[in-house]
């Protein structure tokens, strides 16, 4: 895909400016190992779900299930309907997002900011992850109704396809020299989108699936968390996007040391999202054993302005203990290390 970094000067809508996020170097080892991050929330929305979002929409209007003055509806935590949202807006359609008490307060402002009509599950104060009412409360909206569409984030090929764009793009800002690939697994199409695409183009790759501590997609015992949009809850589906004979390995990372990471590198000058600090971990972690010359590129799929009152406000975070000054100045030292190799 030539010039897949390239876009015109001047664009004519918000959905436009998708694509050609930045790759920053966080960290480097003394035997030249680096740890590239793809900084997706330069992405309109501050999120890369609005490149899957845009897909969605158009394999349904190439299909003809949507068309002029139709209706999206779509279960989300918040940033696919934030997507959603922006390309309803361009487009003409009525857009529902079914949401829970458990997503962020700023993207649900945001959503409601450009139109989207907010269908809640779960009672006034909850803060459960509710994916499953979410899903069924989406379906029954959509059913039976002429020119809806439920989106279905979980199970649209769509999703996949709308991520192939990022492989190309690391392939050609990178001329091929990834040997790792780090993301997160939640509806599975960021990763595995990517994934797939990249390990074409780059024989060879490693891929590593990361999930918060609590989800089911890799086994283990099931326990509420609070990473944001990511994992697969307990009661919910697994997403037919989630190709687990596609990885190397997938890992599982609690919110302490996701949110610890999160803050520790605010402190180099970049706000990253929960699930993106879960990533940044196991990269961080496991780069120094890397064979000398690697390079590992991680996926950061959300920016974390949208979290101060939750991951970077200290009274939220001691409230659930997950508060771990320690684990913080230990990331911290270990950031600084791999720094001064830069």
Not at 9 to 19: C, H, P
Not at 67 to 79: D, K, L, M, Q
Not at 150 to 173: C, I, K, M, R, S
Request: net charge negative; proline share 4%.
């Amino acid at each position: 895909m030539p010039g897949a970094l390239q876009r015109p000067a001047v664009v004519s809508r918000v959905s436009d400016l998708v694509g050609g996020t930045p790759l920053l170097e966080l960290a480097t080892t003394g035997t030249g190992s680096r740890l590239l991050l793809k900084l997706e929330m330069f992405n309109p929305t501050g999120t890369a779900k609005i490149r899957m979002a845009r897909a969605m929409v158009d394999a349904a209007e190439a299909r003809g299930a949507l068309r002029a003055g139709g209706r999206i509806v779509e279960s989300t935590s918040g940033n696919t309907g934030l997507g959603l949202s922006v390309v309803a807006a361009e487009r003409g359609y009525t857009f529902t997002a079914v949401v829970d008490r458990h997503a962020c307060a700023d993207k649900l402002r945001a959503m409601k900011a450009l139109g989207a009509e907010l269908v809640h599950v779960g009672d006034d104060g909850a803060a459960e992850l509710a994916t499953a009412a979410r899903e069924e409360l989406a379906a029954e909206l959509a059913r039976g109704q002429d020119n809806t569409v439920f989106t279905e984030q979980h199970h649209n090929p769509a999703n996949g396809a709308g991520y192939v764009p990022v492989a190309h793009e690391l392939d050609e800002a990178l001329g091929g020299r990834i040997d790792v690939l780090i993301g997160a697994v939640g509806t599975g199409g960021a990763l595995f989108g990517t994934g797939r695409e990249l390990t074409r183009l780059v024989p060879g790759l490693t891929l590593i699936g990361v999930e918060p501590e609590g989800s089911i997609a890799f086994g283990g015992p099931a326990h509420a968390y609070y990473q944001s949009g990511t994992g697969t809850p307990e009661g919910a589906e697994l997403g037919a996007l989630v190709d687990l004979d596609l990885l190397d390995e997938g890992v599982k990372v609690g919110d302490v040391e996701a949110f610890a990471t999160c803050r520790a590198v605010a402190r180099t000058g970049l706000l990253i999202g929960g699930s993106a600090g879960g990533v940044v971990y196991v990269a961080l972690t496991r780069l120094g054993a890397l064979p000398p010359g690697t390079t590992v590129v991680a996926l950061v799929n959300d920016g974390g302005e949208k979290y101060l009152d939750t991951v970077f406000d200290d009274a939220w975070m001691r409230e659930r203990d997950l508060l771990d000054a320690a684990l913080e100045r230990a990331i911290d030292e270990l950031l600084a290390k791999l720094r001064r190799n830069r």
